[in-house]
C-alpha cells in the first residue's frame, strides 16, 4: 500500500504560482510513477503530468508546469507558474507502475488539493 497527500493549493491571482507537493508513506517510493491529474467542477478529470522513467505533460500545461520528485524525501512536486483561471481545480497525485495519462493505469491517489486561480 502507499499512502498520498497532497498539499500546497489554494487561492492565487492569474499569473501567480504555486506549488503543490505530495508525500508518500507506505512501499519504496522510487519504484513508483508519480502523476498529477485534475479535476474542475462538471468536467471529467484530465492528466496534467507524470514523471518515472520519462517525464510527460498535457499540451494545456506544458512550459507552465514543472513536475519533479525527491526521492529522498518521498515527495512529487507540481511547480505551476503563470497560472490561468481555466487551471483552477482539484487536483490528485497517484502512485502507479508506469508513466501513463490514464487515471485507471495509477493504483494510489491523495484526497486532492484545491487549487483556485481568480481573473
Known amino acids: 500500500q502507499v499512502q498520498l497527500v497532497e498539499s500546497g493549493g489554494g487561492l492565487v491571482q492569474a499569473g501567480g504560482s504555486l506549488r503543490l507537493s505530495c508525500a508518500a508513506s507506505?512501499?519504496?517510493?522510487?519504484?513508483?510513477?508519480m502523476a498529477w491529474f485534475r479535476q474542475a467542477p462538471g468536467k471529467e478529470r484530465e492528466f496534467v503530468a507524470a514523471?518515472?522513467?520519462?517525464?510527460d505533460y498535457a499540451d494545456s500545461v506544458k512550459g507552465r508546469f514543472t513536475i519533479s520528485r525527491d526521492n529522498a524525501k518521498n515527495t512529487v512536486y507540481l511547480q505551476m507558474n503563470s497560472l490561468k483561471p481555466e487551471d483552477t481545480a482539484v487536483y490528485y497525485c497517484a502512485a502507479g507502475s508506469a508513466t501513463s495519462r490514464s487515471g485507471p493505469s495509477y493504483a494510489y491517489w491523495g484526497q486532492g488539493t484545491q487549487v483556485t486561480v481568480s481573473s
Open positions: 514523471v518515472g522513467v520519462i517525464t
Open positions: 507506505g512501499r519504496t517510493f522510487r519504484n513508483y510513477a
